[in-house]
């Protein structure tokens, strides 16, 4: 793992990089124009994030393209996307390019993912950010990005509270300040400390154990694919942590779901922190362009012994359908090239995706955007935590532990019921 991070840094260091059933519709929400001998690729993609940019890039290289057409189709954010993508199998709408985490999905999808060993993104990619997806000499997806997450606090609400955020680094410093918070919310024009969407799974089964779990796998994904078992080491640290969020929230958060915590809450400036990542700033962006441009910054969320370090990864990998047609399986793999290697799409990667890249090639693009910018910051200091949940069982990380979490924050299971069915679940899966 200390290759891939090495790797990430190496590009970064360069210079300032780059951050600055339903059917299929056409990425610019219209017919595409193209001959009647076109190709036609469909497109499955889970980031909610980038929907409109995504469909905006598409319709630029349709342009340049016009002997291919690429329709689009987007579904994450609250919807489950893995069992969206299952229905579009099972349902005969199988797409040509879609979305896969890491090598449990690998798993599931292999007898349909091509080899893409011969594109220049596979050869561009960063070191070790392909190790979820190589399987027999064969690299069979292509990473999205480099993400990182923690807490995103609102400088200003810290600020007339009299919080430093510097000062912020072990659980009971950040207990303090969002008690300070919670004590001050009438005066700060705040609902909560947090809004803390427990109603999505993947909130707490993905990230917030990532960060609790990352330590005991070595911050290696290909360890935590390998296990036989999870043993919760840091068990009692993830539990006070979710406890510190649910107690501080809006409530009630089982029904709070991720567009109300990013839009609602945290961009109208009504709680002062929400456990998310730097993929949340165009959201944040199109509600308030002012705010997430000078108001927003990210705390690390605190773990014994890793104080000031954040999880960064790959949280997603494009995938090509091996069994569409031949021609659509080079237009798919020609379009994910120019994406991530021309000069157009590597502008656009930077400056409207507002990607980290995971690739070589982008040494002399600007960051993008400030939460983006932080997490450089932690790269380049090699400060970072591995992304260890993407090599957890299929279905681990929200069917069996983010359900667990939702039961034992409506008080129907204990913490030790949480960790119980979690741990057999892991094992049952691993036999």
């Keep these: ?6 790797g990430i840094a190496a590009a970064l260091l360069a210079s300032s990089v780059a951050l600055t059933g339903c059917s299929f519709s056409s990425g610019d929400e219209e017919a595409s124009s193209g001959s009647e001998d076109a190709v036609t690729v469909d497109v499955f993609q889970f980031k909610v994030e980038f929907k409109e940019q995504f469909e905006e890039l598409v319709a630029m290289y349709e342009e340049e393209n016009p002997d291919v057409n690429i329709n689009v189709k987007t579904v994450g954010g609250g919807n489950d996307y893995g069992a969206s993508l299952k229905t579009s199998f099972s349902s005969g709408e199988e797409p040509d390019i879609f979305n896969i985490g890491g090598p449990t999905d690998v798993d599931e999808y292999e007898e349909y993912l091509a080899d893409l060993s011969d594109t220049k993104a596979a050869d561009a990619a960063l070191d070790g ?15 999205y990005n480099q993400e990182g997450y923690g807490l995103l606090y609102n400088k200003k609400v810290f600020e007339e509270a009299g919080i430093n955020p510097d000062e912020i680094k072990t659980f009971e410093e950040l207990k303090k300040a969002v008690e300070t918070l919670d ?3 009438d005066e700060l024009g705040i609902k909560a400390p947090f809004a803390f969407p427990a109603k999505e799974k993947w909130v707490m089964g993905n990230h917030m154990a990532n960060t609790y779990l990352a330590d005991e796998f070595n911050h290696d994904v290909m360890e935590a694919y390998n296990a036989d078992t999870v043993e919760f080491a840091m068990g009692d640290q993830l539990k006070r942590f979710l406890d510190l969020q649910n107690k501080y929230s809006v409530q009630p958060t089982l029904s709070l779901d991720y567009s109300q915590q990013v839009e609602e809450y945290f961009s109208l400036g009504k709680v002062a922190m929400i456990q998310q990542g730097n993929w949340v700033y165009n959201t944040i962006a199109s509600m308030d362009e002012e705010f997430a441009q000078n108001n927003v910054g990210l705390l690390p ?8 370090s954040i999880p960064v990864g790959v949280p997603n990998y494009w995938v090509v359908n091996k069994k ?3 021609e659509v399986v080079q237009a798919s793999k020609e379009f994910l090239d ?20 995971a690739y070589e090639g982008y040494e002399d693009l600007e960051i993008a955007d400030p939460i983006s910018k932080e ?16 090599g957890a069982p299929v279905g681990w990380t929200e069917g069996a532990f983010g359900v667990a979490a ?25 036999k």
């Design 1 to 6: 793992m200390k290759k891939f991070y090495s």
């Design 129 to 143: 950010t392909l190790t979820s997806v190589k399987r027999d000499g064969q690299v069979l997806g292509l990473p």
């Design 183 to 185: 004590s001050k919310k």
């Design 301 to 308: 969320i605190p773990v014994e012994g890793y104080e000031g």
């Design 324 to 326: 569409s047609e031949d």
């Design 338 to 357: 120019w994406m991530y290697t021309s000069e157009t799409g590597k502008k656009f990667v930077t400056e409207k995706f507002k990607f980290i890249p």
């Design 375 to 390: 997490i450089y910051e932690y790269v380049k200091e090699g400060n970072t935590l591995g992304w260890v949940f993407l």
């Design 406 to 430: 939702q039961e034992y924050i409506a008080g129907n299971i204990s913490w030790e019921e949480v960790i119980k069915q979690s741990k057999e679940d892991w094992e049952e899966s691993r």
